[in-house]
């Protein structure tokens, strides 16, 4: 497991963005699969985004064409470029690592990761 610190939420307004940064400790951060989940107040916690270790993507419908997620290995950091906000992207925002190339499960399933972030919180009003 490593340590994954998470920063970049706060609040803006309908149609606003925010970048979310996630920060991971350890020695072999290119070789993990990293992601981005989200949990609403009364909701299952669910996925965003995913990046695999070659840098191919992955988003749910919800973020597709607004929401970015990038990695940059040299600072042990991957990123959600979040645009066009809106309220229903309310959540807390965790990000998570595979470091056991846990690849049996899909880079979408909570299961797939085996480190978790804090969590930021990140609110949009309308």
């Known amino acids: 497991q490593v340590q994954l610190v998470e920063s970049g939420g706060g609040l803006v307004q309908a149609g606003g963005s925010l970048r979310l940064s996630c920060a991971a400790s350890?020695?072999?951060?290119?070789?993990?699969?990293m992601g981005w989940f989200r949990q609403a107040p009364g909701k299952e916690r669910e996925f965003v985004a995913g990046?695999?270790?070659?840098?191919?993507?992955y988003y749910a419908d919800s973020a597709k064409g607004r929401f970015t997620i990038s990695r940059d290995n040299a600072k042990n950091t991957v990123y959600l470029q979040m645009n066009s906000l809106k309220p229903e992207d309310t959540a807390v925002y965790y990000c998570?690592?595979?470091?056991?190339?846990?690849?049996?499960?899909?880079?979408?399933?909570?299961?797939?990761?085996?480190?978790w972030g804090q969590g930021t919180q990140v609110t949009v009003s309308s």
């Open positions: 350890g020695r072999t951060f290119n070789n993990y699969a």
């Open positions: 998570a690592a595979d470091t056991v190339l846990n690849i049996v499960v899909a880079i979408t399933e909570l299961a797939r990761y085996d480190s």
């Open positions: 990046i695999r270790r070659s840098g191919s993507t």
